[in-house]
């Protein structure tokens, strides 16, 4: 909600997160929620010696099932093709290689490269990836006509719609990192390259150099009540190609740990973010925002069939979903996360969640948007082999038309699965998800009074009034692999 950059969400079919680490790199190089609706796929991974070896090739129907009927690129698909080989190199040091493949028609997004993992000592580790990228659009044409669903999430590698029809670069992630039970510390740097695309992976953005470093140390009194605390800062800087600054950031904290797996805290975060026309073309010149957040935190598992956690945070915010035609503009922001696991049985375990993030004009104090999210997952172990999962999550979102392009909606998800495990090469899922949202079918002509936009004869959409739930999707599945052991 109101954000800038695409937000990362984990994920949660069976098929790709089993084995998912054969894949994983410094650059996110595999995001699997990239393929969006696959028919037919073949996944190979497993260990030789020293080696370790992942790959898989995979259909995507979206492409083909975001166009009207009668459209040429109906029925279409795009192919998914990823390697993946990691070699051991003495204690806990890696060398690997990678390649990611998307073909859909007359475009392609490639990506191949290096990476290593170094072990220096017991406290110090080194990281590091070179890769680089060729992309071919697709025409503007027909990416206009595939929806921003598909193609925003970078499907064809050209989700910033650049106008050029091939793109090309490199990029590189660099990483120094101490963990230890007192002091921690971690230095990156991260460049990706203006023509830099992965259609496969997760990229928030090219054309960034970006230096970070954290560090935190941990006084140890180690006494009857308090076991530890410590103070934690950090710091970043964004910069692009071209030398100008983006982003400017200064994280601050400090952390109390008490036994009872009790922790208590708070945070004080300051940055800067520049905006420029080329990412919200109603700028006219670069804008520079200066943003504040101030918060507490806490979480505890004193009584161990509870766990609580929580944390609230407040100051300002970018409004980025302004009106049609308004500049982004300052506002203020209202956070609160909170998490309350229950185990009253043995076999049961329950995880309950509720977010709620509110933007406020900061003149008039007049809400923006509030946003309610409430999650609750139930999970029951019936034997070691079967178990049952049970996820329901409700979003409301209530917004004011004057200071946001937000549209106000309400969403009801249910997500069941039920898993029987003999081990993690051999099992059985049989799955549910249902979900509903407040639509309304609006048929043209339009209906004024029903709040329907006016429509021509003979076409239909879909609106968010305050009007109860319709059932928008659904589905079952069925997943069974088995372990040949020779």
């Known amino acids: 909600m109101n954000q800038r950059f695409e937000v990362f969400f984990p994920e ?104 290593a993992r170094f072990k220096l000592s017991e406290n110090w580790v080194a990281t590091a990836q070179a890769v680089s990228s060729s992309t071919r659009c697709l025409p503007l044409a027909e990416r206009f006509r595939i ?65 970070g470093q954290e560090v935190g140390y941990g006084f140890r009194p180690e006494g009857k009540w308090l076991i530890s605390w410590g103070p934690f800062f950090g710091t970043e800087a964004v910069w692009d190609h071209s030398g100008l600054r983006l982003d400017l950031t200064q994280d601050s904290s400090i952390i109390f740990e008490f036994v009872g797996q009790t922790e208590i805290g708070a945070l004080y975060n300051w940055d800067r973010e520049r905006l420029r026309p080329k990412d919200f073309p109603v700028l006219l010149n670069n804008k520079d925002f200066s943003r504040h957040r101030t918060g507490v935190f806490f979480s505890s598992s004193y009584y161990s069939p509870v766990s609580v956690r929580g944390t609230y945070t407040w100051g300002t915010r970018i409004n980025f979903s302004p009106p049609a035609g308004q500049e982004p503009f300052l506002a203020n922001i209202t956070t609160a996360d909170l998490g309350l696991t229950l185990r009253p049985l043995t076999p049961l375990r329950i995880d309950n969640t509720y977010i709620f993030f509110r933007l406020k004009d900061r003149f008039s104090d007049a809400n923006i948007f509030n946003n309610h999210i409430i999650r609750s997952k139930w999970n029951y172990q019936f034997t070691r082999e079967l178990s049952l999962r049970a996820i329901f ?26 898993t029987y495990l003999v081990n993690p090469g051999t099992v059985l899922y049989l799955g549910y998800n249902g979900n509903a949202q407040n639509l309304f079918l609006c048929e043209g002509p339009g209906v004024a009074a029903a709040g329907c936009p006016s429509l021509p004869a003979g076409q239909s959409a879909f609106i968010h009034p305050r009007r109860r739930f319709i059932n928008d999707a659904g589905g079952v599945f069925v997943k069974f692999s088995y372990l040949f052991r020779f």
Not at 59 to 70: K, Q, Y
Not at 398 to 407: D, E, K, Q, Y
Not at 408 to 418: E, S
């Open 393 to 418: 999550q409700y979003d409301a979102t209530l917004a004011n038309p004057v200071f946001t392009s937000i549209g106000a909606r309400k969403n009801f998800n249910a997500d069941f699965l039920l």
């Open 12 to 115: 949660k079919r069976p098929f790709f997160i089993e084995n998912a680490s054969y894949f994983a790199t410094p650059i996110n190089l595999v995001f699997s929620r990239r393929i969006a609706d696959p028919q037919f796929g073949v996944r190979l991974t497993g260990k030789a010696g020293p080696y370790a070896i992942g790959a898989f090739v995979i259909d995507d129907e979206a492409p083909g099932e975001s166009v009207a009927d009668a459209d040429p690129l109906t029925d279409t698909r795009a192919l998914f093709a990823i390697f993946r080989v990691n070699r051991d190199i003495g204690k806990q040091s890696t060398l690997g290689f990678i390649f990611t493949d998307r073909e859909y028609r007359d475009s392609h997004n490639r990506v191949g490269g290096v990476d």
């Open 147 to 211: 929806s921003a669903g598909v193609l925003g999430s970078a499907s064809d590698g050209c989700f910033f719609r650049d106008t050029q029809e091939t793109l090309a670069g490199p990029a590189y992630d660099v990483q120094l990192e101490r963990s230890g039970r007192q002091f921690n510390y971690e230095l990156e740097y991260n460049d990706r390259s203006d023509g830099f695309r992965t259609a496969p992976g997760f990229l928030s953005r090219p054309d960034i150099r970006r230096v």
